[in-house]
């Protein structure tokens, strides 16, 4: 009689060629992923300068556009391009207001000026508000200036009169206001705060020049 024995080498082998596609699947997999990931960082735009990341970024967003508003993404898209740190980008993202629809943003720049105009008509009368007068007349020009493509100066140093309204809201003198009204302040703020990141101030009139040249290539 023959005895039929099983060979262990073979039985070994059979078990262990599952195991070998699974691991050369999984190499194929992570293969792919670099790749993927060596293409979406290739994909990504570099730019050369300032000018080039404002263009860029007006682009995307319109900021000189009357309904441009300050949203999350935009915030973000600051940080990825590198005109804000990522703490700046979420502390700004901190301060925004929830939408109705669950985003979050500031009111349009049309709609800041309008709620500034009604906020400025309703206190002018009362005592100790001329500072805040002040910072809210000359931020108006701002707010129509944003990212610097109209003059490279401000009426007001962006970052002091930031400062300004922070200090204003979280001081006694802010219970005149109403919530609605702190929350268009805050959106004033805020930005202030990225006009100030964009800093047309520090750059010549050359730079302006280039950026608005920039400006009509990307459009």
Known sequence: MITLHSNPLASS???TDPAK???VKSVSNTDTSVAKETESQSAQPEFS???EMLAQMNKEFDITGSDFH?????????SEIGLLSKSEATELNQGLPLTSDGSKSTQSLTTLKSALDTIFERVKD????????SVLDKSKKILDNLDGSKSKT?????????????????SDDSKILTEDEKQSI???????????KLSPEQRTSAQVSKYM????RYG
Not at 70 to 78: H, Y
Not at 126 to 133: D, P, Q
Not at 186 to 196: E, G, H, R, Y
């Open 49 to 51: 300068s300032r000018a």
């Open 70 to 78: 300050i949203s999350q993404q935009f915030i973000n898209r600051l």
């Open 13 to 15: 082998t059979a078990k």
């Open 186 to 196: 805050n959106d004033l703020k805020t930005a202030l705060t990225i006009a100030d």
């Open 126 to 133: 009362e005592e100790g508000v001329s500072g805040l007068l």
């Open 213 to 216: 040249e920039i400006l009509k």
């Open 154 to 170: 401000f009426p007001i140093d962006p970052a002091t009169a930031a400062a300004e309204l922070d200090h204003y809201l979280k």
């Open 21 to 23: 596609a699974e691991d």
